[in-house]
Nanobody, 121 residues
């Protein structure tokens, strides 16, 4: 089992920046792939970015060049740096992990954090 705890959300003005943090604990052999998802009010959950060991990353087009995902395996921590924020980035952001390679499908991620709210005005 893997426990994930997010932090770092908040309210910012458009153009601002935030850094989200996800602290992982438990059996981290089950966290080969780690990802950030988000869900805006009234919209479906979508993957924002993912990262595998070896640092291979993926970003959805709408955040490419603005968001940066990284992981510090020594600290068991996943990060998402959000820059040049737009109102459409407003959502609850979730950290997720799965044992195997990364996927765009949320249903394939077994472990989830409780979420952290990002609001851009």
């Amino acid at each position: 089992h893997v426990q994930l705890v997010e932090s770092g959300g908040g309210s910012v003005q458009a153009g601002g920046s935030l850094r989200l943090t996800c602290a992982a604990s438990g059996n981290l052999d089950n966290a080969k792939c780690m990802a950030w998802f988000r869900q805006a009010q009234g919209k479906e959950l979508e993957v924002v970015a993912s990262i595998q060991p070896g640092r291979m990353t993926y970003y959805i087009d709408s955040v490419q060049g603005r968001f940066t995902i990284s992981r510090d395996d020594g600290k068991n921590t996943l990060y998402l740096h959000l820059a040049s924020l737009k109102p459409e980035d407003t959502a609850m952001y979730y950290c997720a992990a799965r044992r195997n390679g990364c996927s765009l499908q949320s249903a394939l991620f077994a472990f989830w954090g409780q979420g952290t709210q990002v609001t851009v005005s």
